[in-house]
């Protein structure tokens, strides 16, 4: 999906966790039915690392959970609990950022794809999510 480039803002409900990200106004979102995000509703685009910034102070109230393969780094305000964030396994080099808790106003187009998370290689050999963390 091709669209303008801009600056997201977004963060945690409790707002101690704010971040920026350079990305399209248009993403493609991708949901997942692995164990944690069908657990937490998750629906998150990716963007390369070098395009995502966290501001502030805001790692003072970051904690991680990991767990299988410990590639994938969950990041959770230790406020409220929210997953604004994260590192994927799909995509080491990248963040993978909860569409849904980025500022209003900025994202103009959101497509959902299907990740089959409980089969994740094969899911990861279809789907092409590899490239979604390449500039």
């Not at 990305?23 to 998750?42: D, E, K, L, Q």
């Not at 396994?89 to 497509?111: A, K």
Request: hydrophobic share 30%; proline share 4%; with cysteine.
């Amino acid at each position: 999906m091709d669209s303008e480039m801009v600056v997201h803002e977004g963060g945690c409900h409790c707002k101690k966790v704010r971040w920026r990200v350079q990305a399209p106004t248009g993403v493609v979102a991708w949901s997942c039915n692995c164990s944690n995000c069908s657990m937490r509703g998750n629906t998150h685009f990716i963007v390369p690392a070098d395009r995502f910034e966290l501001l502030g102070d805001s790692e003072q109230f970051l904690t991680t959970y990991s767990f299988g393969t410990h590639t994938a780094k969950h990041k959770f305000c230790k406020v409220c609990g929210i997953t604004s964030f994260y590192y994927p396994r799909s995509n080491p080099d990248g963040v993978s950022i909860t569409f849904t808790c980025v500022d209003p106003g900025t994202l103009t187009h959101i497509e959902v794809k299907y990740y089959d998370g409980k089969n994740w290689e094969s899911s990861h050999n279809q789907t092409g999510i590899a490239s979604q963390s390449k500039g």
